[in-house]
């Protein structure tokens, strides 16, 4: 059995923070897709195959029995495919899945939401490969909850997942994540209530993606929001922040840039209200945006990675992104894309990774 699987990456729309204290995160569903193939064994083993490296391992019901322990970079995949063998909870046959890499710029990560995709691609191959029923998408989510200590909103995986345009409301994996160091695992994920996302119409104006130049670490980040602000800040902070992104998913879908212009400025505002989130590279690129007809928004916990960028028309983008590239700033159009899907093509360098492992 093979199959060949493929998911999009993720930019935030709004509710960046307020999506972590019970708002509604909107996340727009974005390419370059990231492939990744998966291939049934005939004997217990698990190879996880990267292009920079390869673990073992053998399948059992209480996880994969790693040969070593998972390096940095097999960190999400291989804490879902331990989940995903604790749900199945009994002996299953082994598979061999690769994983395409997601793009760089200049070594850095683009702020795509790669290790949410990596957990959404492993949890679909681990279910394909073992022929399993569990939710592919509640196993994700909680995988990628646990591999991070149980932080983050899940609002990425949730996007990689379902594509195009979501707006979600965090899961509450807590109890899962108990479950599956306990036992009953499986059980637990069945139980719990349906995840809470829906796929909203995509945007009618044009957008582009800004990499502000640096990467940054949304835990970090978070820790610090959460250490500064609390209580009725925190609600006063979700309310302002669900009505301001209420007001841009209904202007984006009229295509209505004036509308969208002020709910875009306003959501800014209040991201940078929030004091960490700031940087000069950001407000370089929210300048930038502005003296070319544009308007733009960090898109997720800000503090680096990059801004989505929205225009009246094609032409203005057009000139936008001239305008950053002249800077020496990487900038591409992006547009609603559509989620996890099976794909009819293997990829060839996929394929011969796992033929050079079996």
Known sequence: MDRTLSAPGKLFLAGEYAVLWGGVGRVLAVGSRARAFVRRRADRRVELLLDDGRLSGDTTPLGARWVSTPTAAFHFVARTVDLALRAVAQDAPGFSIAFEPSPLVQGQKLGFGSSARACVLAAEACRTAMGASFDALKLALVAHASAQGGKGSGADVAACFAGDVVRYRRADVGPLIEAANRGGFGGALRAAPPVDVWRVSAPRLPMAYVFAGASASTPALISEVERTLAGKDRERFVLQSDALGLSLEETLTRGDFSGTRAATEALQALL???????????????????????????????????????????????????????????????????????????????????????
């Open 272 to 358: 940078f209200s929030l004091g960490p989130t700031r940087t000069e590279g950001l407000e370089r690129v929210l300048a930038l945006a502005a003296a070319t007809g544009c308007v733009a928004k960090q898109s997720g916990a800000g503090g680096g990675d990059g801004c989505l960028v929205f225009a009246p028309d094609v032409a203005t983008r057009d000139a936008a992104l001239a305008s950053f590239a002249a800077r020496g700033l990487f900038a591409t159009p992006v547009a609603a894309e559509p989620g996890l899907r099976g794909e009819a093509q293997p990829a060839p360098e996929l394929v011969r990774w796992v033929d050079a492992a079996d």
